[in-house]
C-alpha cells in the first residue's frame, strides 16, 4: 500500500524558515521522481520544487528559487523541502507526490497531472 505522509507544517512568522518532510512507504522510492506541489485557497496547485529519481536534477518555481531546497534520503526514503525567508504568500496546504520513472536519471517533470501519487498535505500559515 502506498502511503506518502507529510510532516512539518505549521504557523511561522515571515522571515522565517520551514523544513517539510515526506516519509515515502508501499514502492521502490529510487524509482520515483519525487516533489512538492501546494494549493492555496480559491487557487490551482502549483509545483514548487521536483527532484528526480537519482537526485542529481531539481527544479524549483521561480518564486522559491534561491529561497528553497529539496532533498531526497534513500536509507529513510523521505523527501525534504526547506524553504527560507518565508512570504505570506508562500501561505499554502504543500503536497508531496511521486511520478514512476521507468527510464531517465534526470526526468523531473513539474505538471501535477504526470504525478501517480500524493500526500494528505500539511498546512504552512506564514503571518506577517
Known amino acids: 500500500q502506498v502511503q506518502l505522509v507529510e510532516s512539518g507544517g505549521g504557523l511561522v512568522q515571515a522571515g522565517g524558515s520551514l523544513s517539510l518532510a515526506c516519509a515515502a512507504s508501499?514502492?521502490?522510492?529510487?524509482?520515483?521522481?519525487m516533489a512538492w506541489f501546494r494549493q492555496a485557497p480559491g487557487k490551482d496547485r502549483e509545483f514548487v520544487a521536483t527532484i528526480s529519481k537519482t537526485g542529481l536534477n531539481t527544479n524549483y518555481r521561480d518564486s522559491v528559487k534561491g529561497r528553497a531546497t529539496i532533498s531526497r534520503d534513500y536509507a529513510q526514503n523521505t523527501v525534504h523541502l526547506q524553504v527560507n525567508s518565508l512570504k505570506p504568500e508562500d501561505t499554502a496546504v504543500y503536497y508531496c507526490a511521486a511520478k514512476y520513472i521507468p527510464s531517465g536519471d534526470m526526468y523531473a517533470p513539474s505538471d501535477a497531472f504526470l504525478y501517480d501519487y500524493w500526500g494528505q498535505g500539511t498546512q504552512v500559515t506564514v503571518s506577517l
Open positions: 508501499g514502492f521502490t522510492f529510487s524509482n520515483y521522481a
